[in-house]
């Protein structure tokens, strides 16, 4: 089981390692700066090249793991796919529905898998929400609101400010809870947003969407880029007989250091500790897919569908009306 | 000494009112008229005042002003009345179901030279007015968007009728963000999506929740929900809340989170225990210094009207599928 990852910035450090948990051999690491392949490649023995191309056609990489941003994603999966590769891509797989149908048409040409990295199903507190629902404990659904966000993310060469490329909160962070909208309670049917998206003087990105769902339930999310610091997920599902909230602010553990004179004072919230990350969930579901075992719990048509959901959304926040899915 | 009437316990922050009423030495709350007689003299049993059955024979005591919390559908009618016969009036919100009937009132208060106010509590909520202060001091810079929410309980009774309240949650809840929205802002409203629904409470004869998206002069991006969403075992009455996203940084406000959890094995839920300033207290104080000044309250009846254009743009929405101009 051999690894190429493309794309050695954060996102690629750390799914190296949960691959390698999973036992995955990196041998390839490729990224267009050549210090992040080198770096990545030296701490797992593995070799640093500079085409993903040349990565991804290795002969003895079996798997092709994608972390760069989100406009390349397409092109790599298409050519994993050629080379006969299964895939574990980050979230989205592509821009645009055109490109995501495309890469999903190569998948299947190839019979290749193809994995992308919606890591909110796997989430345990998101989970464990899910199993609420489903156990009636709010009744019927009518009302569901997911809140993402915090600060605006840096990025390779500020990708993320190029909205055109990133589609900004909505494509990259709101499509997380898409995905997991659609994953419990199934289709939307028509979408109306309002997305800042500003440039000047700084960027900032606040995304308020509402989705009718097929099931007539209405969902509010909202995905911010506009906090000056920190990252809060906020859940809230209503029934006819109940409803259930979640703030990820209320956290077991808090840390405050003590600074040194001169060092500016800061509060560090690092989350929940789990016994199993996520993060190390999804690729342990991916490799019992790549096993034959079962079919992952996200799959490429699901991907596409949360691709959908943002597109319209964006769709939506552009021509100022609503859009039906 | 203002002379105060109430006309109507059928709302019940008309509860909340009248104790004010009681609270203030510089009100005099003098009689109750209901079209209910027991409830209306339920009422004056309860706040130590006296009943008066008959609508002009209340409407001919010596008082001063009335504030008025009828069924909304009753406002209009109520509230032109207690007009003819010159006096100051609150009225509860929303002013009126109807955009054509909210227009009447106010101009048969300016006809007949009585001050109108609506009853817009939040504008007395110290957390509210602590953000006010805030965006107006600049430190903030330009406003970008807001995201707001006015949850609630489900009030059952009348309110669940829209013959009787001319709209379920999204007129009941959204008014008072849309007043905050306006007061804080200064500026106005230009558009409204909404999808709503009895989503909830799927039998009732009205919606329970309502998603909107507005859109206020200078682009402006406001997203809200209306709604009874809030379950009976919820440990409070529900929210008023608003994120307000600015070019300098981001103001989040939870106006009635000052609360003590309470856990007491009596009750069925655990309840939150509110020790905040009561904003009711506020309104009514303004409203009775209006009647002795023989000014307009501090709330108006003009800003009552801009909120009821809101809501029936948001019906107008939700039925139509379309973004519509306020």
Not at chain 2, 128 to 149: F, Q, R, W
Not at chain 2, 269 to 282: F, H, I, Q, V
């Amino acid at each position: 089981m051999n690894l190429a990852i493309i794309g050695c910035g954060g996102m690629g450090r750390m799914h190296a390692q949960l691959a390698a948990n999973c036992g995955f051999k990196l041998v390839a690491c490729a990224d267009k700066r050549k210090e992040n392949a080198e770096a990545l490649a030296d701490a797992h023995k593995a070799d640093a090249v500079r085409n993903p191309m040349a990565a991804i056609r290795r002969a003895d990489v079996d798997v092709v793991g994608i972390m760069t941003p989100t406009p390349t994603h397409t092109q790599y999966v298409v050519a994993a796919a050629e080379a006969g590769k299964d895939v574990f891509c980050e979230k989205p797989f592509g821009r645009t529905v055109q490109q995501c149908k495309e890469a999903i048409a190569a998948v299947k040409k190839a019979k290749v898998k193809l994995f992308v990295g919606h890591v909110v199903r796997y989430f345990q507190e998101f989970e464990a929400m899910r199993q609420q629902v489903a156990d009636g404990k709010v009744g019927k659904v009518g009302f569901v609101k997911l809140y993402r966000g915090g600060i605006f993310p840096v990025g390779v060469d500020g990708w993320f400010r190029d909205y055109e490329q990133s589609g900004g909160v909505t494509f990259d962070s709101m499509i997380h809870d898409l995905d997991w909208l659609r994953y419990v309670f199934g289709d939307a049917s028509r979408v109306f947003c309002q997305a800042l998206r500003r440039t000047t003087p700084e960027c900032i990105d606040y995304a308020q969407a509402t989705f009718r769902m097929k099931s007539g339930v209405i969902a509010k999310v909202i995905g911010t880029w506009a906090h000056p610091s920190g990252f809060r997920v906020e859940a809230e599902i209503c029934g006819d007989k109940g409803m259930i909230q979640f703030n990820s602010d209320e956290t077991p553990m808090k840390t405050m250091k003590r600074t040194r004179p001169g060092e500016v004072p800061g509060m560090i919230v690092p989350g929940s500790p789990v016994p199993v990350s996520p993060y190390q969930l999804e690729w342990e579901d991916f490799q019992v897919w790549r096993e034959g075992k079962a079919q992952a719990r996200v799959t490429p048509d699901d991907a596409l569908e949360a691709v959908r959901m943002a597109a319209a959304a964006l769709k939506s926040a552009d021509t100022g009306k609503p859009v039906r899915l | 000494m203002a002379k105060i009437g109430m006309m109507s316990f059928a709302h019940m922050h008309a509860y909340s009112y009248a104790a004010c009423l009681n609270e203030l030495p510089e009100a005099e709350f003098v009689a109750v008229w209901d079209d209910s007689a027991n409830r209306g003299r339920a009422a004056a049993k309860q706040f130590g005042t006296s009943f008066v059955g008959g609508l002009e024979k209340f409407l001919a005591l010596d008082t001063d002003g009335v504030i008025v919390t009828s069924e909304n559908v009753k406002h209009p009618a109520l509230v032109e009345a207690a007009a003819k016969a010159g006096k100051w009036i609150l009225c509860e919100k929303p002013l009126a179901p109807t955009v054509k009937e909210a227009k009447a009132m106010v101009a048969a208060c300016k006809k007949a030279g009585v001050g109108l106010g609506t009853a817009f509590p939040c504008r007395y909520s110290p957390p509210l007015i602590a953000v006010k202060d805030l965006i107006a001091s600049g430190e903030y810079g330009t406003l970008y968007a807001a995201n707001c929410t006015n949850n609630g309980q489900f009030p059952g009774g009348w309110f669940a009728n829209d013959e009787l309240a001319g709209g379920g949650a999204t007129m009941d809840h959204t008014v008072h963000v849309a007043d905050v929205l306006r007061w804080m802002t200064g500026k106005e409203f230009v558009s409204v999506y909404c999808e709503n629904g009895a989503l909830l409470h799927p039998r009732i004869k009205t919606d329970d929740l309502g998603s909107l998206h507005l859109e206020m002069e200078d682009g402006l991006q406001v997203s809200h929900i209306a709604s009874w969403s809030r379950s009976e075992s919820f440990p409070t009455w529900g929210d008023v809340t608003l994120e307000i996203v600015a070019e300098k940084g981001v103001i989040a406000v939870d106006a009635f989170n000052q609360k003590l959890n309470v856990y007491n094995d009596d009750a069925v839920r655990a309840e939150w225990a509110y020790w905040g300033g009561n904003p009711d207290l506020g309104l009514v104080k303004d409203f009775v210094a209006a009647v002795e000044g023989r000014r307009e309250p501090a709330v108006t009846g003009v800003d009552g009207l801009r909120a009821v254009e809101v809501t029936v743009a948001a019906y107008k929405s939700a039925r139509s599928g379309r973004k519509v101009r306020v």
